[in-house]
């Protein structure tokens, strides 16, 4: 089972990037998925969950309405449209399992993850 991240870089504060996650997981079309970030210091964060379908997306307060979680199925991948970047978002960057409910979204991590991807945000 394998996660791999890709997509990152270093941006412009308003600027945008698209991440993506290619799962090569059995399970992941009937997986809620979700992308996490981590600064250094401080623990790993769930951003953005994608349910099996597609049909329900929730965010983090921090990102709500900047950025976009999606899949494709047929494809094993998911991603991210990041647009609006602030410093803040600085971070790597992970995708794996994920939980949300009434609109709030949980850790809910296989216990493996990718090498993640790196965001910069200049200012």
């Known amino acids: 089972e394998r996660l791999v991240e890709s997509g990152g870089g270093l941006v412009q504060a308003g600027g945008s990037l698209t991440l993506s996650c290619a799962a090569s997981?059995?399970?992941?079309?009937?997986?809620?998925m979700g992308w996490y970030r981590q600064t250094p210091g401080k623990q790993r964060e769930v951003v953005a969950v994608?349910?099996?379908?597609?049909?329900?997306?929730n965010y983090a307060d921090s990102v709500k309405g900047r950025f976009t979680i999606s899949r494709d199925n047929a494809l094993n991948t998911m991603y991210l449209q990041m647009n609006s970047l602030q410093p803040e978002d600085t971070a790597v960057y992970y995708c794996?399992?994920?939980?949300?409910?009434?609109?709030?979204?949980?850790?809910?991590?296989?216990?493996?993850w990718g090498q993640g991807t790196q965001v910069t945000v200049s200012s």
């Open positions: 994608i349910t099996r379908s597609g049909d329900v997306k």
């Open positions: 794996n399992r994920a939980a949300t409910g009434l609109g709030k979204i949980y850790p809910y991590a296989w216990d493996y």
């Open positions: 997981i059995s399970t992941f079309n009937i997986n809620t």
